[in-house]
């Protein structure tokens, strides 16, 4: 993944103790905040865990939200803010922003933030957050990771990213080129889409993003047009598809330009090796040969001229478009009853955390394992 897909860091976060000592006055309120800290800190490990699968994240996910839902949903009947919602102090980095945190008295500003990171654990499902960011009582600033610009980037980009698989599956099960040309071209707009999205963002923090995002439209876009040749050959319109083609090797050429200025860039995220590929490499080859076979066809048999306007790319594909996956927030925890939360007395106050940091205090980044691929075949993008 690290080689073929640009990833932004994990957003890392402060610890959080739940010690509530006097307002949880009971020996289940007690349990409820000893299990928030277990479950949190076992949910964060997840994050860097090799080993762990989409199966074990969602247990470990769904078992705090489970809890942390008992801070945020009415349980007293009414449909009043729950009493526990800001009694707690979280604090989260973002993407990229370094590790200068952000802070929030807020259990939905934890809620978020953590439902974040699962999302970008998961990378094509990050579409889930949007419904509750409105609700945060603090809106984001400009450029962090709950800013609508940053959101729909990572949303696009899933979309586009579950897509380069569903067009590498067809290449190798040898699909009609008409189907991975349309598929081709729907995934450079996706990425061209992302790009947009980022323009007025801070170029400091986005400029690194934006450049893989545009390698990356350059690169699908070169497929479009090689595939659509090859359906032009198919249809005895040579000299159409020697232009096609001729527009493919433009745009993998600025698609290789683009792969050394991106990895040049500094900035936030790992750097992708896309260009060091043979997925990638192979398009290139394939674009030679293909151009080489319809100039000789063209010399021998069709005599077309060729135009001097490429022709329009007007695809749509009928099927193997991805769709975001639904998501729903697991069902409160059995733990949080009407008669637990009684038993949070707020007037009591909690004490003061000794190990509390200071809100100006850097947060460490996640350190996350390289992952080595353990297979090239060519169309296996991930």
């Not at 043979?278 to 001229?305: A, D, P, V, W």
Request: aromatic share 10%.
């Amino acid at each position: 993944m690290t080689h073929w897909f640009h990833r932004n860091p994990l957003k890392a976060t402060a610890p959080v103790s739940f010690n509530l000592y006097g307002v949880a006055s009971s020996p289940a309120a007690n349990k409820i905040c000893n299990d928030l800290r277990t479950t949190r800190a076992r949910l964060l490990d997840m994050f860097t865990d090799t080993t762990c699968t989409p199966e074990i994240m969602k247990k470990s996910s769904d078992e705090y939200f489970a809890l942390l839902q008992g801070f945020i949903l009415p349980l007293d009947g009414t449909t009043q803010e729950n009493k526990l919602r800001f009694i707690q102090n979280f604090r989260w980095t973002d993407t990229l922003q370094g590790n200068i945190a952000s802070a929030q008295q807020d259990a939905v500003f934890e809620l978020v933030s953590m439902a974040f990171n699962v999302a970008i654990w998961y990378t094509k499902f990050a579409s889930r957050l949007e419904t509750h960011i409105p609700r945060l009582i603090t809106p984001a600033e400009k450029g962090r990771d709950l800013e609508p610009r940053v959101i729909d980037t990572y949303i696009v980009q899933s979309q586009a990213e579950a897509q380069e698989v569903a067009i590498a599956r067809a290449i190798e099960l040898n699909h009609n080129a008409s189907l991975i040309a349309a598929l081709s071209f729907e995934t450079a707009n996706f990425y061209q889409k992302a790009d947009h999205t980022l323009n007025t963002l801070d170029p400091e923090c986005s400029s690194k993003w934006k450049k893989y995002l545009q390698l990356k439209q350059h690169f699908y876009m070169a497929y479009a047009h090689c595939y659509h040749g090859q359906t032009l050959l198919a249809g005895d319109k040579c000299g159409e598809a020697i232009r096609s083609l001729q527009e493919a090797e433009k745009f993998y050429s600025r698609a290789e330009a683009l792969c050394k200025e991106y990895r040049q860039m500094k900035g936030p995220g790992s750097t992708a090796k896309p260009s060091e590929q043979l997925f990638f490499k192979k398009l290139g080859t394939f674009i030679k040969n293909t151009l080489e076979k319809c100039q000789r066809e063209n010399s021998f048999i069709y005599f077309h001229k060729v135009p001097a306007e490429a022709p329009a790319l007007e695809l749509k594909a009928s099927y193997g478009l991805a769709e975001p996956s639904s998501f729903e927030l697991p069902p409160l925890s059995a733990q949080c009853t009407p008669e637990v939360y009684t038993s949070f007395d707020l007037t009591k106050g909690p004490k003061e955390d000794k190990a509390k940091a200071k809100h100006d205090e850097e947060i460490k980044p996640v350190k996350e394992p390289d992952l080595k691929p353990q297979k090239d075949t060519g169309c296996v993008v991930s």
